[in-house]
């Protein structure tokens, strides 16, 4: 009987690995990081979603589930907003973007990290004012639909992490979305339309791990 039972919990176990598998990358199942889903989704709020960078309607096409509020909304933001070529380097292909989702009083975006001193990994001076800014300020690069020709220079927007944390930061310089992997740009690939690059001041701020990489946040004009 003991054999058996092994046998058939070895058999429970293999049946459902790939429905567990299968479940990781579906529309609306849960997720934890943003690499979580495999295919053109990402995790965000938890749930695998369409990816706004890449301008996919995957969820949306499926219809979704009862709950999928989040993903209804996701798809429909990055409406209107397409991809306009893609930059062909280092062996990939990275889509350019002019313009970035709507900007709405908790706008949706991903929080990436960068150096913005001389010297650093972040190219170029900033674009703002053309210098160079010390990391332990809270500052911020923005896409460039949403860095809107530089209409935001100077100005603070309000960051807000999963945690429930906020934080008071200055745009001074531009996340480019259609231009990269030259020395201006410290031969870095296009920035997706939807990030906010923060210093790590901004990182600390919010309590979050810089070497994760990325993390869904909210932001808004200040």
């Given at each position: 009987?003991?054999?058996l039972g092994l046998?058939?919990?070895?058999t429970l176990l293999l049946v459902s690995l790939p429905h567990l598998n299968r479940a990781i990358s579906s529309c609306n199942d849960p997720c934890r990081t943003l690499t979580d889903c495999q295919a053109q989704l990402i995790c965000i709020n938890e749930k695998c979603s369409d990816d706004p960078n890449l301008d996919t309607h995957i969820c949306s096409q499926e219809g979704?589930?009862?709950g999928s509020g989040g993903v209804r909304s996701l798809a429909s933001s990055s409406k209107g907003c397409h991809s306009i070529g893609k930059l062909h380097c280092k062996g990939k292909s990275f889509p350019q973007f002019?313009?970035?989702p709507p900007v709405t009083s908790s706008t949706r975006a991903v929080l990436t990290n960068n150096d913005f001193t001389k010297g650093g990994s972040g190219g170029d001076p900033s674009e703002c004012d053309g210098q160079f800014h010390d990391n332990s300020d809270p500052i911020v690069a923005l896409s460039t639909g949403w860095y809107n020709g530089g209409s935001r220079c100077g100005k603070m927007i309000q960051i807000t992490a999963?945690?429930?944390r906020s934080v008071l930061a200055k745009v001074?310089?531009?996340?480019d979305s259609v231009n990269g992997?030259?020395?201006?740009?410290?031969h870095l690939p296009p920035c997706h339309n939807n990030?906010?690059?923060?210093?790590?001041a901004v990182w600390h701020a919010l309590g979050l791990d810089i070497n994760v990489g990325e993390e869904p946040v909210t932001w808004s004009d200040a």
């Open positions: 009987m003991g054999n046998f058939s919990s070895l979704g589930s009862g002019k313009c970035s999963t945690n429930g001074v310089d531009e996340c992997c030259d020395k201006e740009h410290a990030i906010v690059d923060g210093s790590d």
